[in-house]
């Protein structure tokens, strides 16, 4: 569609959290530091004439900034878990048991734990969370205490409403989600969601057995919001911030390892395979031989949906990307595979031209076909929020300015400087 006027609606405002990032080593990145800039940078000429006079004028910054949340990988541990989803861990396609809903999932793979007088731990079973009616019932059993590692004591507590239950979840759980991986909650609570009286109870903790495994697409909801709101609020530090980081989120969830629990080829025998995939094959052919030129941005109707549909289109090719290169290991005796190249006056180990030629021939275009497909999410998801923030004019915008190192950038820069990573990386 082209591009059309809204009525501005105004969303939610989330908490700002904004990290500049100066003087920076070259750690691993998803589709490299070469594809994560050129996405950005190309997606501001998919916007309108409106937007087009701020976002060009800071082309240079955006195109620098798309690497900012790789940078974050190496300060917090809650990080990584926004770049990846691993769709097979939830059975097969369309995965219909994995909730849409960002609450709704970490109340259904969150583990509750009870602690009785006597000191045994019981483990609070949970039914399924799912997208019903607030008015419905959970099943009475909602909550069967389970001893941790033998039997079962089962209770038959009040049932809860759908909406009691997030009630609960959020005044005790999801406010306290980046206090830590554990988190306590007042016995009391848990005994007025299940319809009063006394409990047992010395202490009630729970575990997040979902964030471990990708965030992606939920993440992705929530910087579309950040952004709108920075666009309401006429913040040009923050528009700049959130389209660079929502630029780059969206540029991973078009690589179709970033959905898969073998994420590396590690699982297959294939270690090496991220890089391969998202940054060799780029750094070799897209200057010369890929299409950058993706057309108008468009308005995103139904967000969710347009973020999931990148995440399982990118899932339906990972079989593709394993296999492909596993049968060309065959084909290739291991020193045509791999060859050292002299960069930055060091030798490195990457994979064999004539290897990565083989590869890429045999991706019949999907690594162009993806990068183009980021552009234009990228330019659309910014012309979305825009939109959706009434369409404010942007004209008596600046430039982003360069600004001193403040604390929070020098602790920054140390920890990327250490060379670990929090949580998962890309290739270890």
Not at 3 to 13: G, S, V, Y
Not at 141 to 168: H, L, N, Q, W, Y
Not at 264 to 288: C, I, K, V
């Given at each position: ?49 409106e ?5 060009k ?50 109340m ?38 389970e ?37 306590s ?13 006394q ?65 590396n ?73 791999m ?74 820069k ?15």
């Amino acid at each position: 569609m082209g591009f059309i006027k809204f009525k501005p609606i105004l969303l939610l405002a989330f908490p700002f959290v904004a990290i500049l990032l100066a003087l920076r080593p070259a750690p691993t990145a998803a589709w490299g530091f070469f594809g994560h800039r050129k996405i950005n940078r190309m997606a501001v000429f998919t916007l309108p004439p409106e937007m087009l006079v701020f976002y060009k004028k800071n082309v240079d910054w955006l195109t620098e900034h798309a690497v900012d949340p790789d940078m974050r990988r190496y300060a917090s541990k809650h990080e990584a878990p926004r770049h990846f989803l691993d769709l097979d861990r939830y059975g097969e396609p369309p995965f219909e048991e994995l909730p849409r809903v960002w609450t709704d999932a970490l109340m259904q793979y969150f583990q509750y734990f009870y602690v009785n007088e006597r000191g045994d731990t019981l483990r609070l079973i949970t039914a399924p969370i799912t997208e019903e009616s607030d008015s419905v019932a959970f099943n009475p059993r909602i909550f069967k205490r389970e001893k941790a590692g033998a039997g079962s004591d089962v209770a038959s507590p009040k049932g809860a409403t759908r909406k009691d239950f997030r009630r609960f979840f959020n005044q005790n759980i999801l406010s306290h989600y980046y206090d830590d991986e554990k988190w306590s909650v007042p016995c009391d609570s848990l005994a007025n969601l299940l319809g009063g009286g006394q409990l047992n109870c010395r202490k009630i903790f729970v575990l997040d057995t979902f964030s471990q495994h990708g965030v992606l697409p939920y993440n992705l909801e929530q910087m579309l919001k950040r952004l709108t709101d920075a666009f309401v609020e006429h913040d040009e530090k923050r528009i700049l911030h959130y389209s660079a980081d929502i630029g780059h989120y969206i540029a991973d969830a078009h690589v179709p390892l970033h959905t898969s629990m073998n994420y590396n080829g590690q699982m297959t025998g294939q270690d090496g395979l991220h890089a391969f995939w998202e940054s060799r094959l780029p750094e070799l052919y897209a200057d010369e031989q890929y299409d950058f030129w993706v057309g108008q941005a468009d308005f995103i109707e139904k967000p969710k949906d347009y973020f999931w549909k990148i995440v399982l289109d990118s899932y339906a090719l990972v079989d593709s990307v394993i296999g492909i290169e596993r049968s060309l290991r065959k084909q290739f005796p291991p020193d045509r595979q791999m060859c050292n190249e002299y960069r930055n006056n060091v030798f490195v180990k990457t994979q064999c031209e004539d290897f990565a030629a083989a590869y890429h021939e045999r991706m019949s275009g999907m690594v162009e076909d993806r990068m183009q497909g980021a552009i234009r999410a990228v330019g659309s998801a910014w012309y979305t929020a825009w939109v959706l923030a009434g369409q404010p004019d942007l004209s008596n915008l600046g430039e982003e300015t360069a600004t001193l190192p403040d604390s929070t950038e020098i602790e920054l820069k140390k920890a990327v400087n250490s060379g670990k990573q929090l949580g998962r990386g890309h290739e270890n």
